[in-house]
């Protein structure tokens, strides 16, 4: 059992997707649009990702370069009506581990996820923990842990803490943050964004040590490389 995201903007080819996907008992999770499917690869866990090539808001190729360029290493099998030598090429160079020409039989797309699935020497659904000080979060269960004490965290709480883990190095603007994680609320503010790193920094830092999460005056808020 493999937990697998879909991008895919087609109801009727997505709803038959999932249904064979189910049947070989993985966890399914669908988006339509390019942006939502992108935004889901970066803050969430998949073992494998299926990503048509053809998206509202952002084509597929674009997600799997933008993914690939942030260190993103979940398995990217791409869909596609796409038929030149070197259309398959540039998804490839991009960032794809496969990918399908439709149209395709479902019995061959169960074939390809089962051989990357393998090809990835991990085991499905394994679990993968980002540390940083005494803060534990299991990327596959969503649980914070704080000093091996369970913390609970707001959707969007949890959101931040795993962009910041996943990528230690990098400043987020208060724009990059609202994209990012608000973009399905969009009278989300810059004031937003400062409410809920003051909530997670309350939940999540020790009263005798810098916050785990650092403000980069005039530029945005970053992981303490402290930690």
């Excluded at 087609?10 to 996907?21: I, P, W």
């Excluded at 070989?24 to 969430?44: F, K, M, P, Q, T």
């Excluded at 090429?89 to 794809?96: D, K, P, S």
């Excluded at 395709?104 to 085991?123: I, K, P, W």
Aim: hydrophobic letters at 40%.
């Amino acid at each position: 059992m493999a937990k697998i995201l879909i991008v895919e903007d087609n109801h009727e080819f997505l709803e038959s997707l999932t249904h064979a996907l189910k049947a070989e008992n993985h966890v399914i999770e669908s988006v339509i649009d390019g942006a939502e499917g992108l935004h889901r690869l970066l803050v969430c866990n998949y073992d494998l990702a299926i990503i048509d090539w053809m998206l509202p808001g952002i084509q597929g190729i674009e997600i799997c370069r933008s993914y690939r360029e942030e260190g993103g290493e979940t398995l990217i099998l791409m869909l596609t009506g796409r038929f030149s030598v070197a259309d398959r090429e540039a998804g490839l160079e991009q960032g794809a581990d496969d990918y399908l020409t439709k149209p395709f039989s479902f019995r061959e797309l169960t074939a390809r996820v089962r051989a990357l699935l393998r090809r990835s020497g991990s085991t499905p659904g394994e679990h993968h923990v980002l540390k940083a000080g005494d803060i534990e979060v299991n990327t596959a269960s969503c649980q914070v842990t704080k000093a091996g004490q369970e913390v609970s965290l707001t959707g969007k709480e949890y959101a931040l803490l795993e962009l910041f883990l996943r990528h230690p190095k990098r400043v987020f603007s208060a724009d990059v943050l609202l994209k990012e994680i608000w973009n399905d609320m969009p009278d989300a503010s810059a004031a937003t964004v400062r409410t809920h790193i003051k909530t997670l920094r309350k939940k999540i830092d020790s009263v005798d040590q810098p916050s785990l999460i650092g403000t980069v005056h005039g530029v945005g808020y970053k992981l303490n490389t402290q930690y």
